[in-house]
C-alpha cells in the first residue's frame, strides 16, 4: 500500500458514486450492522468498528447482484453509510438502556430512542464536517482503521481472496449462532465452582465465536488486560469476600446438577453482582475520567485547530475537497438545536429545557472535536467513548442538579433529565470519531466529500430509526441488563400473571448499568461505596503502573466467562502474527524486518476480515431470534432436541475455533523450524513480554 498514490481515483476523474443502488443497498446494510452491533455490544459491552465488515458486504452485495461498473466510490458510500449505524447504535446502547435500570422505563420507548439518536447522531455529523479539512487535510491524522478499510476497498477494486474468506466465517458463525442460541442444542457456555480453602472459586467460560472475534481483533495486550480484570474480580475477589463474609445461600429449589452452569451457582454470582461489580465500576469512573485528563495537551490541540476550520473564500477547491456548503452546516446545526429543545421542553418542562439546550450548544462541538482527534491519532476502537460518557454525565448530573433543586423537581425527574441529555452528547460524540475515519477512508479513495456526508447523514437515520425497534425486540426477547429483568419478573409475580424471564439469558449492557447505578447514586441512591472506593483505589495503581485501566476495569465489571473467550482471540492473534514473523525470519530475538512485518500484516488482515465474519453471522442470528421469539416462539421449542453436556459444548466450540485458526493460517508464509519449535519459541517470546508489561514500569 506504501506505494500506492493518494488518491485512489484522482481529483480530475469522476466516476460513479452516490447512486441510487449504493443508497438502496446502503440503507439494507446500515439495517443490518446497527442491529447486529446493538445486540453484540449488550452482550459484551463492547462493539467493533463496522467500516470493514461493511466495505467487505458491500462489495459482496454490489458484485453479487451482478451490477455493471462497480466503481471502488460507490463502494466506499456503501460502507460509509452501514458503518455509520454501527457508531450510533454504540452512543445509544451505552446510555438509553440506563432508563431501565433505574426503573423510568418499563420497556424501550421506540420514540423517544429515535429522537435522541437522531438528534445527537445528526449534529455529530454536521460537526465533523467541519471538521474534516483541519484533521484530515492540514493535520494529516493517521486514523487507523480508515487507512485499513482503504486497503479492504483497494484490494476488492483489485480482486482477492479475502471476500471468499468472510463469506465462509458469515455462514459459519450463522451456523454457529442458531445451533447455540437458536435450537439450545449446545450450551452457551461451560461453568464449574468447586469449594477450596473455606470458599469457593469459579472457572468457565461462554462459548461465543464473536467474542473470540472481538479478541482477536483488539489485540493480544488489551484482551490481556481485560482478561486479567476477570480474573481479579471474578476468580479471586469474590472468593476472598466469600472467606470473609460467607456466602448467601442458594435459592431454594436450585439443584448443582442440573443448574451448575448457571455461573457456577447464584450465590457466587450473587456476591460478585452485589458486591465486586461495584470495585469495577469505580474503577471504571476515576479510569475513564484519568483517560481524558492525560489527553488532555491532545484534547486542547485537537479543539483549538477545530474552531479555525474556515477556508479561504477565494481558495480553489477540487472535487476531492468540496465539503457541504457551511451555511447548510450551520443551518442545520441551529435547526437540531430548535428541536432538542422542543424534545426537552416536551419531557423535562420548559427550565430543563433551556438547561439542557445550553448545555448541548455549549459541550457537543467539543466533545466532537476530542472524539475526532482522538479517534485520529489512537483509532475508533481505543478511543476511550465510555470515559467520555461518564465524563458528560458527571457535568449534566451537576446542571441538572442546581437548576433541578431551584425549581423543585423530584429524584425522577432529574435521573430522567440527566440520562436524556447526557445521551444527545454520548452519540453526538461517538458518531464524530466514526465519521472521521469514513472522511479519511473518501479522502484517499478519492471520494467527492459532500457526497459521501450526504451518505453519513442517511446512514445516522436509518440507523436512529432502526435502533430503537431493535432495542426494544431485544429487550422483549432477552431483557436487558440482568437489573431490569428481576424487576420485572417482581412485577409479573405481584400480578400474577405472566411468565417470568430467564434472567440468566440478560443481555449485561454493562455501560448502561453502570451509568444507571451512577445516576442513581448521584440523586439519592445508595451505593456500594466500600467496593467504588476500593475500585478507584485499584484505578489509581493501574495508573501509576502506566498499565491500560479502562481495559482492566471492564475485565473486573464483566463475568469472567465473558473475559475468556476474548482472551483467547488475543492470544490467538497474537500467535499468528508471530508465527508470520518467525516463518520469514527464522527467531524472533531481533527487530522484524520488512518482509516479516508484511506477512504479519497480511495474516492478520485476514483473521479481521473472518472475525468481522463471525461477529455479523453470530450477531445477526441473534437478531434473528430474537424476532422470532417475540413472533411465532422460541425455535428451540419447535423440535425439543436434548441439549448437550459441558464437554460435548466444549468440544463443539472448539471445532469452530479451530477452523477460525485455518482459515486464518491459509496466509502464513511456508514453515521453516517445526510445530512444536515454533510453539515453544512463541510461548516464551509472549511470557517476556507479559512480564515486560506487568512487572516494567514505562516512562
Same mark, same amino acid.
Not at 423510568?104 to 420497556?107: R, V
Not at 448541548?360 to 459541550?363: L, M, P, Q, S
Not at 444507571?516 to 445516576?519: H, P, R
Not at 495508573?543 to 481495559?551: D, F
Given at each position: 500500500?506504501?506505494?500506492q ?11 460513479? /458514486?452516490l447512486?441510487?443502488r449504493v ?7 446500515g ?7 446493538a445486540?453484540?455490544?449488550?452482550k459484551?459491552?463492547m ?10 458486504m458491500?462489495m ?7 451490477f455493471?461498473n462497480?466503481s ?7 460502507q460509509?453509510m452501514a458503518?455509520?449505524g454501527?457508531s450510533l447504535?454504540a ?6 438502556? $440506563?432508563?431501565?435500570?433505574?426503573g423510568?422505563?418499563?420497556?424501550i ?7 435522541i439518536?437522531f438528534l445527537?447522531?445528526?449534529l455529530g455529523t454536521?460537526?465533523t ?5 483541519v484533521?484530515?487535510?492540514e493535520?494529516a ?9 482503504? /486497503?479492504?476497498?483497494v484490494?476488492g477494486?483489485k480482486g482477492?481472496?479475502?471476500?471468499i474468506?468472510?463469506? !465462509?466465517a458469515?455462514i459459519?458463525?450463522? &451456523?454457529?449462532?442458531?445451533v447455540?442460541?437458536?435450537?439450545k ?9 468447586? /469449594?477450596?480453602?473455606?470458599?469457593k472459586? !469459579? ?6 465465536l464473536?467474542?473470540l472475534?472481538?479478541?482477536?481483533i483488539?489485540?493480544?495486550?488489551i484482551?490481556?488486560f481485560?482478561?486479567?480484570g476477570?480474573v481479579?474480580?471474578?476468580g479471586?475477589l469474590?472468593?476472598?469476600f466469600?472467606l470473609?463474609?460467607g456466602f448467601p445461600?442458594e435459592?431454594?429449589?436450585w439443584?448443582?446438577?442440573v443448574?451448575?452452569e ?5 450465590s457466587?454470582y450473587?456476591v460478585?453482582?452485589e458486591?465486586?461489580r461495584?470495585?469495577g465500576?469505580?474503577a471504571m ?8 485528563w492525560?489527553?488532555r495537551?491532545?484534547?486542547f490541540t485537537?479543539?483549538?485547530k477545530a474552531?479555525?476550520f474556515n477556508?479561504?473564500?477565494n481558495?480553489?477547491?477540487?472535487r476531492t475537497?468540496k465539503?457541504t456548503?457551511m451555511?447548510i452546516v450551520?443551518a442545520?446545526c441551529?435547526l ?6 422542543l424534545?426537552f421542553t416536551?419531557?423535562l418542562?420548559l ?7 445550553i448545555f448541548?450548544?455549549?459541550?457537543a462541538?467539543?466533545?466532537s472535536?476530542?472524539?475526532? !482527534?482522538?479517534a485520529?491519532?489512537?483509532g475508533?476502537?481505543?478511543?476511550p467513548?465510555?470515559g467520555?460518557?461518564i465524563?458528560t454525565?458527571?457535568f449534566?448530573?451537576?446542571?441538572v !442538579?442546581?437548576?433541578?433543586?431551584i425549581i423543585?423537581a +423530584?429524584?425522577?425527574t432529574?435521573?430522567?433529565a440527566?440520562l ?9 460524540a461517538?458518531i464524530?470519531g466514526d465519521?472521521m475515519q +469514513? ?6 479513495v478519492?471520494?467527492?466529500p459532500?457526497r459521501q456526508?450526504?451518505?453519513e447523514?442517511i446512514?445516522v437515520?436509518v ?8 432495542l426494544l425486540?431485544?429487550?422483549?426477547a432477552?431483557?436487558i441488563t440482568r437489573?431490569h429483568?428481576?424487576a ?11 411468565e417470568?424471564y430467564?434472567?440468566d439469558?440478560?443481555l449485561l449492557?454493562p455501560q448502561? +448499568?453502570l451509568i444507571?447505578?451512577?445516576?442513581e ?9 466500600? &467496593? ?6 485499584? $484505578?489509581?495503581?493501574l ?9 482492566v476495569?471492564?475485565?473486573i ?5 465473558l473475559?475468556v ?5 488475543g492470544f490467538?492473534?497474537?500467535f ?6 518467525l516463518?520469514v ?8 524486518t ?9 495474516v492478520?488482515?485476514r483473521?479481521?476480515?473472518i472475525?468481522a465474519?463471525f461477529?455479523?453471522?453470530e450477531?445477526?442470528?441473534?437478531v434473528?431470534?430474537?424476532l422470532?421469539?417475540?413472533?411465532v ?12 453436556g459441558?464437554?460435548?459444548t466444549?468440544m ?9 485458526i485455518?482459515?486464518t493460517?491459509l496466509s ?5 523450524l ?5 510453539i515453544?519459541?512463541?510461548?516464551n517470546r509472549?511470557i517476556k513480554?507479559?512480564? /515486560?508489561?506487568i &512487572?516494567t514500569?514505562k516512562?
Open positions: 500500500m506504501a506505494e498514490k493518494w488518491p485512489f481515483i484522482p481529483a480530475g476523474k469522476s466516476v460513479a /458514486e447512486t441510487p443508497i438502496i443497498i446502503g440503507i439494507f446494510l439495517i443490518v450492522m446497527t442491529a447486529a452491533n445486540y453484540l455490544g449488550m459484551v459491552g462493539t467493533v468498528s463496522a467500516s470493514i465488515p461493511a466495505a467487505v458491500s459482496l452485495l454490489l458484485r453479487g447482484l451482478r455493471e462497480v471502488i466510490l460507490e463502494n466506499n458510500a456503501v460509509t458503518s455509520a454501527e447504535a452512543g445509544v446502547i451505552f446510555t438509553v438502556p $440506563a432508563l431501565l435500570v433505574m423510568i422505563w418499563d420497556d420507548d421506540p420514540l423517544q430512542t429515535f429522537i439518536a445527537g447522531g445528526v454536521m460537526f464536517i467541519a471538521l474534516r479539512r484533521f484530515i487535510v493535520e491524522l493517521p486514523y487507523p482503521e480508515g487507512v485499513a478499510c482503504t /486497503e479492504v476497498l484490494a477494486e482477492g481472496t479475502g471476500l474468506a468472510i463469506i !465462509y458469515l459459519l458463525g450463522g &451456523m454457529y449462532g442458531w447455540v442460541e437458536g435450537l442444542v449446545t450450551k452457551k457456555g461451560v461453568h464449574s465452582v468447586g /469449594e477450596f480453602l473455606g470458599t472459586f !469459579y472457572a468457565g467460560s461462554e462459548m461465543s464473536a467474542l472475534s472481538v479478541g482477536y483488539v489485540g493480544l495486550r484482551a490481556s481485560i482478561f486479567i476477570g481479579l474480580g471474578f479471586f469474590v472468593p476472598i466469600g470473609l463474609h445461600s435459592p431454594a429449589g439443584d448443582s446438577a443448574n451448575g448457571w455461573h457456577g451457582g447464584p457466587y450473587k460478585w453482582s458486591q465486586v461495584y470495585i465500576a469505580g469512573v476515576v479510569g475513564g475520567v484519568w483517560t481524558l492525560s489527553m495537551n491532545t484534547i485537537g479543539f483549538s474552531l479555525n477556508a479561504s473564500e481558495e480553489e477547491v477540487t475537497d465539503d456548503d451555511r450551520l442545520v441551529g437540531i438545536l430548535f428541536l432538542s429543545f424534545f416536551w419531557k418542562g427550565s430543563l429545557a433551556i438547561a439542557g439546550t448541548i450548544a455549549g459541550v462541538f467539543f466533545f472535536a476530542v472524539a475526532g !482527534y482522538i485520529g491519532v489512537v475508533s476502537s481505543n478511543s467513548v465510555s467520555m460518557t465524563a454525565l458527571m449534566t448530573a451537576a446542571l !442538579y442546581i437548576v433541578g433543586s423543585g +423530584d429524584n425522577s432529574m435521573m430522567f440527566t436524556i441529555i447526557a445521551s444527545v452528547v454520548a452519540v453526538n461517538a464524530a465519521v +469514513d472522511l479519511k477512508t473518501g479522502h484517499m478519492g471520494a467527492t459532500w456526508q450526504i451518505a447523514t446512514g437515520i440507523g436512529a430509526a432502526v435502533i430503537g425497534p431493535v425486540l431485544l429487550n422483549n432477552f431483557k437489573t429483568c428481576e420485572s419478573n417482581v412485577k409479573i409475580i405481584e400480578a400474577g400473571e405472566g417470568v430467564n434472567c439469558e440478560a449492557a448502561a +448499568d444507571g447505578t451512577i445516576i447514586s448521584i440523586f439519592g441512591g445508595s451505593p456500594n461505596v466500600e &467496593m467504588l472506593i476500593l475500585g478507584g483505589l485499584i $484505578a489509581a495503581l495508573v501509576w503502573r502506566k498499565l491500560p485501566v479502562m481495559s476495569a471492564i475485565g465489571y464483566l463475568p469472567l466467562e473475559s473467550p476474548i482472551f483467547t482471540g490467538i492473534h497474537y499468528v502474527t508471530n508465527l508470520a514473523i516463518r525470519d527464522g527467531d524472533l530475538s531481533e527487530k522484524p520488512k518482509p516479516a512485518m508484511k506477512a504479519a500484516e497480511e492478520t488482515s483473521g479481521v476480515l472475525g465474519g461477529i455479523a453471522g450477531s445477526l442470528v441473534g434473528f431470534i430474537a422470532l421469539i417475540v413472533t416462539g422460541e425455535p428451540s421449542k419447535w423440535f425439543n432436541i436434548p441439549q448437550l459441558q464437554f460435548p466444549l463443539f466450540f472448539f471445532w469452530f475455533v479451530g477452523v477460525f485455518f482459515l493460517s502464513l508464509p511456508k514453515k521453516i517445526s510445530l512444536g519449535e515454533e515453544v519459541l512463541i510461548i509472549s513480554r507479559l512480564y /515486560e508489561n &512487572m514500569k516512562h
